[in-house]
């Protein structure tokens, strides 16, 4: 049996993407920091990873486990649209593949074993009327186990 | 001793086929808002709804009610309906799920809402 995951799938994949470079960690000051669930108003150029509705696929008959894969949203903000879209399709690629991560969140560890369903970047348009800000998100489920 | 009946077949065999699975192994349904705003409303999880809704307002009951939409299907089959009729009826079915979380300021999002064949 799985046991209930501590963190968010959101903030899951968020260290992941920190982790492996795809992004940064926003106490480090660099370009691209990454957050969970809030986006903040600054720095212009963020990504956030929200969660979303995820799947429930069946229930395995032996012990009665039900497999559920919780739903993600990355959403990326950028200053020009070039720029965002570049962003958003390198972090697409970078999540195909992602494969059997190994994280750690406050001393509990987690496997993010993969992202599917994974959609195309939707090019989402200007943050509100009166910003220029771009918005690009993607979309993908998360296949991962609380490891103890 | 027989008995005759008179049984219009073309008619029989039309109504028939119609109903039939055959040649419509796949069809596909569209279920949506068609509000030019509906991608950025739906997709857009930073967006607050004072007046209530929320964003993901339809791939959320999808994926929630996901079983449910294809019991809808087997039972209008079952109940010997047609394919497009079963299909219309999921279809409906998400839709009840989804409207009430349709974010309303004007109402034009939530009354934009389409099913249909294709």
């Not at chain 1, 943050?127 to 220029?132: A, L, R, V």
């Given at each position: 049996m799985d046991l209930p995951l501590i963190h968010s799938p959101a903030d899951i994949v968020r260290r992941a993407l920190i982790a492996d470079g795809a992004g940064t960690a926003p106490?480090?000051?660099?370009?691209?920091p990454v957050f969970s669930s809030k986006e903040p108003n600054t720095p212009d150029q963020v990504i956030t990873v929200y969660n979303t509705a995820g799947f429930s696929d069946g229930r395995f008959m032996v012990d009665g486990e039900l497999f559920y894969h919780p739903g993600v949203q990355v959403r990326v903000r950028s200053l020009t649209s070039p720029l965002g879209a570049t962003k958003a399709e390198s972090l697409r690629n970078f999540m195909a593949r992602l494969h059997n991560e190994s994280i750690t969140l406050g001393g509990t560890p987690y496997t993010l074993f993969c992202l599917g369903k994974i959609t195309e970047v939707r090019e989402l348009g200007d943050?509100?009327?009166?910003?220029?800000r771009q918005i690009f998100t993607i979309e993908a489920v998360a296949a991962l186990r609380r490891v103890s | 001793m027989a008995t005759s009946i008179n049984v219009d077949s073309a008619r029989v065999i039309a109504a028939l086929t119609a109903r039939s699975l055959k040649g419509k192994k796949q069809r596909t349904l569209e279920v949506g808002y068609a509000a030019p705003y509906a991608t950025y409303v739906h997709e857009?999880?930073?967006?607050?709804?004072p007046r209530g809704g929320q964003a993901k307002y339809l791939q959320e009951p999808a994926r929630r009610y996901n079983g449910d939409i294809g019991k809808v299907v087997r039972r209008k089959l079952e109940n010997k309906r047609s394919l497009d009729e079963a299909l219309l009826a999921a279809g409906k079915f998400l839709l009840e799920k989804s409207i009430p979380l349709v974010p309303v300021d004007t109402g034009y999002l939530r009354d934009s809402s389409f099913n249909r064949l294709v």
């Open positions: 106490e480090s000051g660099q370009a691209w943050e509100s009327p009166t910003s220029k | 857009n999880l930073a967006m607050a709804h």
